[in-house]
C-alpha cells in the first residue's frame, strides 16, 4: 500500500466527549491523502473505544491502545508508527480551521521538501468557537535555512511559539527518525527539551503567518492553581532538561559553530534559572528539599555558563566555581527571581 504524504498522530486522553470533534476535522479535510494514528494512552474513559469505532469506518484510521505512560511517550509511540512523508501532532481536542489546511500544506511541501513547517495557531473556546488567542507573526517567512542560523534568529528576536510550541508544525518523519529525535517521558516542557534540538539539527525549513491549528481550551481545562508539588516537579525539570539539552548540544556539535552554541546553551541556562527561581515561590519543606537536590544533580550546567553570551551569567558561573554552589544559588535568587 502506498504511504500517505501526511500521518496526523494524536494522542488521547479522557477526552471522550472531543476526540470525534478531532477526528471530524481531519475527516473533513479537502486533501485526503493522510493517516491518523489515535495513541489511546490507557484513557480510563470511552475515548479508546470512539476511536475504534472511527478506525473500523475508514482505513486510513488506525488505533493503537498502550498502557497510560503520559504525552510525550503517546506522541513517540505515534511518530515510531507514522508512514507518512511528514507528521503534525494533533493533540486529542484540537482542531483544523477550516477544510483546506492540509490542501494548502501539501501544495507548498510538493513544490519544495523541508525538514520542518512552521504554520501559526490560535486560541479557541470550545463550544462557542470564540478565539481569544492568536500567535504573533514569526520573525521571517517563507524557505529558509534551518539547522544553527535558524536558532540563533528565532532566538534572537525572542520567537518564543517558534521555539517551544510543536502542534502547530509539521515535521519531515525520515528527518526526526533518523535524527532519533523522542519526547522525553516523565517531564514538564517536554516541548522546551524537543523542539530546540529539532530546529537546530534541520537542514531547512518553511514559515507562514498563516493559521493552521485551533488550540482548544474549555472551562475547567487548566485546572486549579499549582499546588507545591507542582511547582516542585516543573522547577526540577526544568533543572533537568538544561542539563540534558546542554550536553545533547555538545555532543551533537563537537566542532564548534561558537556563536549558536553560545545562544542554545543561554537558552537552557535560563531554564535553569527559572527552575533555581522556584525556591522562593515553593513553601513545602519535601518540595524545597527536592528543589535543592536538582541544584546539586545538575549543578554541571554552572560550569557550561562561560559559554554564554550573557556577561552576567558568565560571571555567575565563576562565582559558582570560586564561592561554591549556596552562594551562587543566592546571587540566582537575588538577581533573577521574579519581583
Known sequence: MAKPFFSLITPVYNIEKLIAATIESA????????????VDDGSPDNAG???DEYAAKDARIRVVHKQNEGLAEARNVGIREATGEYFLILEGSDLFPG???????YQTLSEKQVDIYFGKLRDVMEGSGEVFGEQKDYCVNGFVKGGPELFITLYDNNDILALSSPVNKLFRTAFVKENELWFCKGIYHDDDEWLPRAISLSGSAYFTNEIIYDAMTWDGCLGKAASDKSLAKKAVDKM??????ITDINRRFPAGESAFLQKYTEYYV???????CALNTVKA??????IQKSIHENAGVFAEMKHCESKNLHL??????????KIATKMILKRYAKA
Do not use: H, Y
Open 240 to 245: 533537568f532538561i538544561a542539563n540534558r539539552c
Open 49 to 51: 473505544v470512539v476511536c
Open 27 to 38: 475527516l473533513s479535510q479537502t486533501f485526503g491523502d493522510w493517516e491518523m494514528i489515535l
Open 316 to 325: 555567575l558561573g565563576i562565582v559558582k566555581k570560586i564561592c561554591g554552589l
Open 99 to 105: 477544510t483546506g489546511v492540509l490542501e494548502r500544506i
Open 270 to 276: 535560563r531554564m535553569f534559572l527559572e527552575g533555581v
Open 285 to 290: 519543606p519535601a518540595c524545597l528539599e527536592s
